[in-house]
């Protein structure tokens, strides 16, 4: 049963405003997904938040309610909540406010990788993104105080919610399970910022080299993503885009 309050979520999203980047990483995504970041479009991530966090929302602004399903994988997203949990949305991101994000908006696109053991030992990303998350194709981009303050947060999380924490306990199993039929190793940032690759067949994690750092889809490379751009329409953002 979980012990959380919206007191609870209050003093988290204090601790936890630390930018992913020094960039605008929406601004980097948006051209490639009709002008909006994909972690602010329900048409590609859902916010599952805490019910005592949505509580908490409701109290401070208008912008989150319910998210109402429109298709059967979203059905799905719905069905499968834990207890404690609910799926919201908010009006977009035109209309953000950042002090009234949710953690899954903070968090995204990562979260808390635990062992086979058990143990969480950095923060690892949700994988089905890979092909739309510019974030996910620039891990060594990500700054240690975010790192940290994500950590902490899902540390105090946890330590209220046990449903919560299996939760990622098993999603963290499923990642392993995916990667080993993928052949492919999982990332990993640990709390120094520094990549471990885990081999998903044993669960051992190891220092990541500089070129082990993940490229996907049409972040490979820089004229992959203009290219990409191109084709979608959209305008390649500029250089030094400063966090929002």
Known sequence: MSRLTPDDFDRLYARFNASVCQYDCGKKCAPLNNGS??????????PVVHKAEFKLLRGRTDLWRRF??????TRKIVDELTTSS??????????CERHNRTIACRAFPFFPYV????????LSVYWIFEDRCWMMSNMRLVERAFINECLDTWDGIFAK??????????????????FSRFGRKIP??????????????????RPGRDNAYPKY????????????IKEAGGTVPAEGLAPV
């Open 115 to 122: 062992t086979r053991q058990r143990e969480i030992i950095g």
């Open 68 to 73: 109402k399903p429109y298709d059967a994988a």
């Open 217 to 228: 889809g049409p972040f490979k490379s820089e004229a992959a993503y203009r290219k990409a």
């Open 86 to 95: 609910c799926a919201i949305e908010c009006k977009g991101a035109a209309f």
């Open 37 to 46: 970041p994909v972690c602010c479009s329900t048409q590609d991530a859902v």
């Open 188 to 205: 990993v940032l640990d709390r120094d910022a520094g990549l471990l690759m885990v081999d998903p067949s044993t669960g051992a994690a």
């Open 161 to 178: 919610d046990r449903e919560e924490w299996e939760t990622y306990v098993d999603y963290s199993a499923t990642m392993r399970r995916i």
